[in-house]
Nanobody, 127 residues
Framework: QVQLVESGGGSVHPGGSLRLSCAAS????????MAWFRRTPGKEREFVAG????????FYADSVKGRYAISRDNTKNTLYLEMNNLNVEDTAVYYC????????????????????WGKGIQVTVSS
Protein backbone atom coordinates (compact mmCIF):
# COMPACT_ATOMS: atom_id res chain seq x y z
CA GLN A 1 0.00 0.00 0.00
CA VAL A 2 1.45 3.31 -1.08
CA GLN A 3 1.83 5.90 1.64
CA LEU A 4 2.90 9.50 1.14
CA VAL A 5 3.43 11.57 4.26
CA GLU A 6 4.09 15.30 4.05
CA SER A 7 5.97 17.28 6.68
CA GLY A 8 7.56 20.71 7.09
CA GLY A 9 4.51 22.92 6.76
CA GLY A 10 3.67 25.79 9.07
CA SER A 11 3.23 29.55 9.28
CA VAL A 12 5.64 32.14 7.96
CA HIS A 13 5.68 35.85 7.20
CA PRO A 14 5.70 37.14 3.63
CA GLY A 15 9.17 36.78 2.17
CA GLY A 16 9.91 33.77 4.33
CA SER A 17 10.88 30.24 3.38
CA LEU A 18 9.76 26.70 4.10
CA ARG A 19 10.89 23.28 3.02
CA LEU A 20 8.33 20.54 2.58
CA SER A 21 9.23 16.86 2.60
CA CYS A 22 7.24 13.86 1.45
CA ALA A 23 8.27 10.44 2.73
CA ALA A 24 7.12 7.64 0.43
CA SER A 25 6.65 3.98 1.28
CA UNK A 26 5.00 0.95 -0.27
CA UNK A 27 6.28 1.72 -3.74
CA UNK A 28 9.41 1.50 -5.83
CA UNK A 29 10.10 5.19 -5.52
CA UNK A 30 12.37 5.62 -8.51
CA UNK A 31 9.72 4.29 -10.88
CA UNK A 32 7.31 7.11 -10.03
CA UNK A 33 7.19 10.66 -11.23
CA MET A 34 6.41 12.88 -8.27
CA ALA A 35 4.64 16.18 -7.86
CA TRP A 36 3.33 18.78 -5.46
CA PHE A 37 -0.16 20.21 -5.75
CA ARG A 38 -1.96 22.71 -3.56
CA ARG A 39 -5.51 23.73 -2.78
CA THR A 40 -6.98 26.86 -1.30
CA PRO A 41 -10.56 27.08 -0.01
CA GLY A 42 -13.05 27.43 -2.83
CA LYS A 43 -10.54 26.52 -5.54
CA GLU A 44 -9.61 23.42 -7.44
CA ARG A 45 -6.41 21.61 -6.54
CA GLU A 46 -3.66 23.04 -8.71
CA PHE A 47 -0.31 21.78 -9.90
CA VAL A 48 2.70 23.40 -8.24
CA ALA A 49 5.79 21.43 -9.27
CA GLY A 50 6.74 18.06 -10.74
CA UNK A 51 9.87 15.99 -11.16
CA UNK A 52 10.64 12.99 -13.31
CA UNK A 53 11.71 9.58 -12.04
CA UNK A 54 15.43 10.24 -12.15
CA UNK A 55 15.17 13.79 -10.84
CA UNK A 56 16.71 15.22 -13.99
CA UNK A 57 13.68 17.24 -15.13
CA UNK A 58 11.66 19.69 -13.07
CA PHE A 59 8.43 21.43 -13.98
CA TYR A 60 6.80 24.42 -12.29
CA ALA A 61 3.59 26.37 -12.37
CA ASP A 62 4.19 29.90 -13.58
CA SER A 63 3.07 31.26 -10.20
CA VAL A 64 5.98 29.63 -8.37
CA LYS A 65 8.70 29.58 -11.02
CA GLY A 66 11.91 31.11 -9.70
CA ARG A 67 10.77 30.83 -6.07
CA TYR A 68 10.18 27.12 -5.57
CA ALA A 69 12.51 24.19 -6.18
CA ILE A 70 11.45 20.55 -6.33
CA SER A 71 13.93 17.76 -5.75
CA ARG A 72 14.03 14.12 -4.77
CA ASP A 73 16.37 11.68 -3.09
CA ASN A 74 15.75 8.24 -4.50
CA THR A 75 18.04 6.67 -1.89
CA LYS A 76 15.76 8.00 0.87
CA ASN A 77 12.41 7.65 -0.95
CA THR A 78 11.78 11.32 -0.24
CA LEU A 79 10.46 14.24 -2.26
CA TYR A 80 11.18 17.85 -1.34
CA LEU A 81 9.82 21.29 -2.11
CA GLU A 82 11.92 24.30 -1.21
CA MET A 83 9.71 27.40 -1.09
CA ASN A 84 11.29 30.84 -0.98
CA ASN A 85 9.99 34.40 -1.05
CA LEU A 86 6.58 33.19 0.02
CA ASN A 87 3.57 35.48 -0.32
CA VAL A 88 0.04 35.34 1.05
CA GLU A 89 -1.23 33.82 -2.22
CA ASP A 90 0.90 30.74 -1.48
CA THR A 91 -1.26 29.93 1.53
CA ALA A 92 -2.79 26.52 0.86
CA VAL A 93 -2.84 22.87 1.76
CA TYR A 94 0.04 21.25 -0.11
CA TYR A 95 -0.21 17.67 -1.34
CA CYS A 96 2.44 15.22 -2.41
CA UNK A 97 1.46 13.00 -5.35
CA UNK A 98 2.94 10.00 -7.14
CA UNK A 99 2.36 8.91 -10.71
CA UNK A 100 3.50 5.64 -12.19
CA UNK A 101 4.16 5.39 -15.92
CA UNK A 102 3.65 9.10 -16.38
CA UNK A 103 5.53 11.51 -18.58
CA UNK A 104 4.60 15.16 -18.66
CA UNK A 105 3.71 16.36 -22.14
CA UNK A 106 4.03 20.06 -22.71
CA UNK A 107 4.74 20.48 -19.02
CA UNK A 108 1.19 19.46 -18.14
CA UNK A 109 0.64 17.47 -14.94
CA UNK A 110 -3.06 16.68 -14.61
CA UNK A 111 -4.19 15.67 -11.14
CA UNK A 112 -6.09 12.79 -12.74
CA UNK A 113 -2.77 11.23 -13.77
CA UNK A 114 -1.63 10.91 -10.17
CA UNK A 115 -2.06 7.45 -8.66
CA UNK A 116 -1.47 8.23 -5.00
CA TRP A 117 -1.84 11.25 -2.75
CA GLY A 118 -0.67 12.32 0.65
CA LYS A 119 -3.12 13.75 3.17
CA GLY A 120 -1.78 17.25 2.72
CA ILE A 121 -0.08 19.79 4.94
CA GLN A 122 -1.00 23.38 5.70
CA VAL A 123 1.23 26.27 4.66
CA THR A 124 0.14 29.69 5.88
CA VAL A 125 1.76 32.95 4.85
CA SER A 126 0.58 35.98 6.76
CA SER A 127 1.88 39.15 8.28
Amino acid sequence: QVQLVESGGGSVHPGGSLRLSCAASGLTFNTYSMAWFRRTPGKEREFVAGINRRGSLQFYADSVKGRYAISRDNTKNTLYLEMNNLNVEDTAVYYCAAARDFTAVGGIWPSTAMNSWGKGIQVTVSS
